[in-house]
């Protein structure tokens, strides 16, 4: 078992910033695939950007190509995702989640844990 704990969201004007994080406990974090996924009122879940075990490969949704970055630091058991240049319609329930392995997928079905979500609300 995977318990994910997201934090760092809250509200912003359009054009700022705000950086999540997402601190993993249990098994070992290297052994996961991390990714961020979001989901806006009325719409289903979607995929925001993904990262490799060893951070070397990262694939983003062309939505937030160049406005987001995703990272991660196992020595912290935590992934973040920078997000810059907001905009009102990046305002969604922000969650993490993993899988375990090294297969690189952006289908929601493929990860196994996730975390309670975040609010991110961006204001025009």
């Known amino acids: 078992q995977v318990q994910l704990v997201e934090s760092g969201g809250g509200l912003v004007q359009a054009g700022g910033s705000l950086r999540l994080s997402c601190t993993a406990s249990?098994?070992?974090?290297?052994?996961?695939?991390m990714a961020w996924f979001r989901q806006a009122p009325g719409k289903e879940r979607e995929f925001v950007a993904r990262?490799?075990?060893?951070?070397?490969?990262?694939y983003y949704a062309d939505s937030v190509n160049g406005r987001f970055t995703i990272s991660r630091d196992n020595a912290k058991n935590t992934v973040y995702l920078q997000m810059n240049s907001l905009k009102p319609e990046d305002t969604a329930v922000y969650y993490c989640?993993?899988?375990?392995?090294?297969?690189?997928?952006?289908?929601?079905?493929?990860?196994?844990?996730w975390g309670q979500g975040t609010q991110v609300t961006v204001s025009s």
């Open positions: 989640a993993a899988t375990w392995g090294s297969y690189l997928t952006t289908q929601s079905y493929n990860y196994n844990y």
């Open positions: 249990g098994r070992t974090f290297s052994n996961y695939v």
């Open positions: 990262i490799s075990w060893n951070g070397d490969s990262t």
